[in-house]
């Protein structure tokens, strides 16, 4: 069980979206078109890095993503069948998925056959795949366009037909020729001027008023100007506003800092504290040179980390973290992985990395001598404690990924390893304050119990990200209570030593003063959740529930609803109703997202403006509902990418028009898509949000 779940953490733990991104693939792909008469094959041929293995069409369920195809676009052909893998398959038992697997080394050829109508044909379509070797695994695509022309079927026989009688003539409306597939999202054009403005309809709720809105809407056109316009880029003209409401990186310096604290009271470090500290005294006489070994160890502590935080910028930037943050693998994967985590904190077994790592590690330690001696002691720190480090390093780096920073994986790895390597230093300064530091004991171990406790809390939190995302409905707002309700009731009950596992070193049923505290605060904030069964806002977890709407049934009903999902019907909805949009770039795993909800959007104030004086449009940037028409774009890289879901059709729309990628992401415009003040970003000060809308309506009023 502790291997295999060791081997599946660390094949998914590198599982990266970065190919889609531009970034490493190790698998190359190119399509050659053969055409005989009227049918013709189309032959995508990979070619596979040494080391990595390409999984084939026909993965079992339950295994590795098998390499798909999707095509978007299908003129003057048709498709006969499916795509074929060809030769050279080969077929091995993969301990992980335990399941037979199919994949390709080196090479392979994949076979889609068609037949041709006559004349022109043109096949656009997007091969997604996975590939894993060398301990880590990718998930490619990749875009594909094959165009040519066909021999035209010769004319059928003539057959002699009956004159038919004359009829009157019909008028049929003139049809409206076909369009071709846009390179940008079709925006209904909106005219410049408008004779009397449409009286916004009467609604008995926020939704019935919405969707009169969306009816009185739809025979609304603006003409400034096309389709090209409203998605033109607006990114100099926002920053032409002054900038407020912005995120910082203090903050993911101090959520950061806050998890390597956490992480120095684990049973994995704590007790090699005082024996590296000791070490280092004792190691030398001069005491000035065991202190500058000291320090040097906790510095290469700070480097460790640190390259692993440089790693991490550099191999997913801040922008394919954040759809990583949001793909359902990844959060299925860390799911399982924070259940498994927890469950060893509890008793249930042990997780640790295989002991040849750190035997080489320490053996090379042992061999060498100076700072690379020293270098390594500090790198074998890191392994050994990474059963306790590993789920708090892993949950800081996705609640950091939202955040749009390129550099926030670097600043919070950089906060975490300086709480970590803090006291390596501080009590090689000062060895006395060594005999005042608690020893180990049972308190430690009551640590490591809460820390199970609270990974399984958040580990819901992952689930529920790929729930909302993919609209499975597994994990509504109740559901998701009810768990965390029984979970801080259980460890309540844990610390006032009614309820023990099986590696508690003493059965004593007396309870210690802190423990009885601790406790207390459990079942409190156990009960405080309660009423959030019925619909009560329970603003204190607002930004790791669920989202109101999948709540089944509420008796709180003074939730703001936006008026509508998307981005060209707001557009329409502001000129009939003669007011200004805001655009509200959310998601559904979005944390920050939930908190603004829950502090900002509760307030009456912000509800009366938001409600009355404002068309508000929350776009999904992580919604995996498939487009009717798929479209292409120009991606960073210069290259054409599809756009086949809602989701990356916001998120094009948030960084080509108004150059943002994290949420979430306020921008306020009027009908045609003109930014009326700056954007605004994760800030709970309602006082400034409020600013914020009314500025925007005082700049729009201002340009009627």
């Not at 695994?137 to 022309?149: A, H, I, L, S």
């Not at 202190?291 to 997913?316: P, Q």
């Not at 979970?487 to 003493?506: A, K, M, Q, V, W």
Request: proline share 5%; aromatic share 12%.
């Amino acid at each position: 069980m502790k291997k295999l779940f060791l081997s599946l953490m660390m094949l998914l733990s590198f599982i990266q979206v970065s190919a889609q991104f531009g970034g490493y693939d190790p698998v190359s792909m190119e399509e050659t078109v053969t055409v005989k008469g009227n049918e013709g094959t189309i032959e995508f041929e990979a070619y596979i890095e040494n080391g990595f293995h390409l999984y084939s069409t026909d993965v079992p369920s339950g295994g590795p993503t098998p390499l798909t195809v999707k095509y978007h676009v299908v003129e003057g052909a048709e498709l006969v069948g499916e795509l074929q893998p060809g030769d050279g398959v080969k077929r091995e038992f993969d301990p992980i998925f335990e399941i037979e697997v199919p994949f390709f080394d080196e090479t392979a050829l994949f076979t889609q056959k068609i037949k041709l109508l006559g004349g022109d044909y043109r096949i656009e379509g997007t091969l997604s795949y996975q590939s894993c070797g060398d301990g880590q695994c990718f998930m490619g695509r990749y875009d594909f366009e094959v165009k040519g022309t066909a021999e035209k079927k010769a004319a059928p026989a003539s057959v002699k037909k009956e004159t038919p009688k004359p009829v009157e003539p019909k008028v049929e409306p003139k049809a409206e020729p076909k369009a071709e597939m846009p390179t940008e999202p079709v925006v209904e054009p909106i005219k410049e001027t408008v004779s009397e403005p449409v009286a916004e309809p009467v609604a008995e709720s926020v939704a019935e008023a919405a969707d009169s809105l969306q009816t009185a809407a739809s025979d609304v056109t603006v003409d400034k100007n096309s389709e090209e316009y409203i998605w033109r880029s607006v990114i100099d003209e926002l920053n032409s506003f002054s900038q407020e409401g912005s995120s910082s990186l203090w903050v993911i310096f101090v959520l950061g800092f806050g998890a390597g604290l956490i992480a120095l009271l684990t049973p994995c470090v704590w007790p090699i504290i005082p024996m590296t500290v000791s070490f280092f005294l004792k190691r030398s006489k001069d005491r000035s040179k065991a202190i500058r070994e000291a320090v040097i160890y906790g510095a290469s502590i700070i480097v460790i980390y640190l390259l692993l935080g440089v790693l991490v910028t550099l191999i997913f930037g801040a922008g394919a973290l954040n759809a990583l943050s949001t793909s359902a693998v990844f959060n299925i994967f860390f799911f399982l992985m924070l259940v498994a985590f927890g469950a060893s904190f509890l008793g249930g077994f042990e997780l640790t990395l295989p002991s040849s790592w750190t035997n080489k590690v320490d053996e090379k330690a042992g061999n060498t001598t100076g700072l690379l001696s020293i270098f390594l002691m500090a790198f074998t720190l890191v392994l050994v404690s990474f059963s306790c480090t590993g789920p708090i390093i892993g949950f800081m780096l996705v609640s950091v990924a939202d955040s749009g920073e390129i550099l926030a994986p670097s600043v919070g790895m950089f906060a975490f390893a300086l709480a970590l390597a803090l006291p390596f230093t501080l009590f090689a300064l000062f060895p006395s304050l060594l005999k005042q530091t608690p020893r180990s004991g049972s308190w430690m171990n009551t640590i490591k119990v809460v820390l199970g406790f609270v990974e399984l809390a958040f580990s819901l939190k992952f689930l529920s990200v790929a729930d909302l995302a993919y609209g499975w409905g597994i994990l509504d707002r109740e559901t998701f209570l009810a768990l965390w309700i029984a979970l801080f009731l259980i460890l309540g009950l844990y610390l006032l030593n009614i309820i023990r596992f099986p590696h508690d070193e003493s059965d004593d049923k007396k309870t210690s003063v802190p423990g009885f505290f601790a406790g207390l605060v459990s079942i409190a904030f156990a009960i405080y959740m309660i009423p959030g069964l019925w619909g009560a806002p329970c603003k204190a977890i607002s930004a790791f529930a669920p989202p109101m709407k999948t709540q089944d049934f509420s008796l709180y009903n003074n939730d703001f609803k936006p008026h509508t999902d998307d981005f060209e019907t707001a557009l329409r909805m502001s000129q009939t109703t003669g007011k200004p949009v805001m655009l509200d770039f959310t998601g559904h795993g979005c944390v920050n997202c939930r908190e603004m909800e829950a502090a900002v959007w509760s307030d009456d104030r912000v509800i009366d403006i938001m409600r009355n004086d404002y068309i508000v449009a929350s776009l999904y940037v992580d919604d995996k509902t498939e487009l009717e028409k798929p479209f292409k774009v120009k991606g960073d890289d210069g290259k054409m990418v599809w756009i086949t879901t809602v989701g990356e059709k916001w998120t094009y729309l948030q960084n080509h028009k108004f150059g943002g990628s994290a949420q979430p992401f306020y921008v306020l415009v009027d009908a045609h898509g003109d930014p009326l003040t700056s954007s605004y970003s994760y800030n709970t000060d309602i006082d400034a949000y409020i600013r914020f809308l009314e500025k925007g309506i005082d700049n729009f009023k201002s340009q009627e």
